[in-house]
């Protein structure tokens, strides 16, 4: 986990002060791991750090201005089963404050009486200067120390229609993804698009998958069969890391053949898998979300190509 900058600066363009609540250690079996974190104001909240008795006991204090860190005993403090203790660390986050920040690494004294900064976080931030990979978080002497949230996966999205927006939903959470979503004209979009993710309106859809880069993972589910199979013949010919397609089998044979007249080899053409999900899961978007984000965390980046299913 690590400091999500955009999803709190979402927030705080909607608000003066945005409460954060994050996971500052944990013993035991807990809901979620150091650094997982929730932003509470008082008429809502974002993220979550397990839910249940303790998420809401927390929100609860955040809005009552609850500060600095607290330990909770899952079991005997809240009746929860999962048996260990979190310590919760409560901040209050202004426009200014986050403006404050500089580099990969966000660095603040955890408790309320402050102090000097320990030599343990002097060297973490010394040998982050000096090229060493960040570290996780953890709350080091006193002080919450936490990476900022560097997206690592290009992933383009193309169309925004019922699966696009399904997908778009379930995915844009997911920290290591940097989210390009595309359709051909801004009115095909949501009013709201999570902070995460860039929008691009493309007229030529083809024209920006040039731009892509060799690196990025695609998802092709536009409201044109004809542009599905464009953007198959453009990803082919420009490279790409993975490439799913919303379809049928019908679809995929279809596709298949027509791209082999493109002058596409079988090789890379089964590069593009189609469908896209789990048939198991069904054909609602949500459903057709849930199985691709399944797929996406399960295959990491540096792991075999993506085969279909023929």
């Keep these: 986990m690590s400091f999500d900058r955009a999803g ?3 927030a705080l363009s909607e608000r003066r002060e945005v409460a954060r609540v994050v996971v500052a250690e944990t013993s035991g079996s807990v809901p979620r791991e150091v650094g997982a974190a929730m932003l509470v104001w008082p008429d809502g909240q974002a993220g979550t750090i ?6 809401h006991d927390a929100a609860a204090r955040a809005r009552a201005g609850e500060r600095g860190l607290r330990r909770v005993p899952l079991g005997p403090g809240l009746g929860q089963c999962c048996g260990g203790a979190v310590t919760l660390l409560t901040e209050y986050w202004t426009a200014a404050d986050l403006g404050g920040i500089e580099g990969d690494l966000v660095v603040r004294p955890a408790r309320t009486e402050g102090g000097a900064m320990p030599l343990a976080v002097r060297r973490l931030v010394a040998d982050m200067r000096s090229g060493a990979a960040p570290p996780g978080p953890a709350l080091v002497e006193g002080w919450m120390v936490e990476p900022v949230t560097q997206a690592t ?4 999205i193309w169309g925004a229609g019922h699966v696009g927006r399904a997908l778009v939903e379930v995915l844009a959470p997911l920290p290591d993804l940097a989210i390009t979503w595309v359709d051909t004209a801004p009115e095909r979009f949501p009013d ?3 902070a995460p993710v860039t929008r691009l309106v493309a007229a ?5 998958a040039a731009h892509a880069p060799v690196t990025a993972e695609h998802l092709i589910l536009t409201y044109s069969h004809a542009l599905d199979l464009a953007l198959c013949d453009a990803l082919l010919t420009r490279g790409f890391a993975r490439a799913g397609l919303i379809g049928s089998d019908t679809k995929r044979a279809r596709f298949r053949s027509r791209l082999r007249d493109l002058g596409h080899a079988d090789a890379q053409i089964s590069r593009i898998r189609c469908p896209i999900g789990q048939k198991t899961l069904g054909k609602h978007p949500q459903a057709i979300a849930v199985g691709v984000a399944a797929e996406i965390l399960s295959a990491p980046m540096g792991t075999a190509e993506i085969r279909d299913t023929a």
């Design 8 to 10: 709190l600066e979402q």
């Design 50 to 55: 397990g839910g249940g008795a303790l998420e």
């Design 153 to 156: 996966r290009p992933l383009w």
């Design 192 to 194: 709201t698009i999570p």
């Design 204 to 208: 030529e859809p083809t024209v920006a």
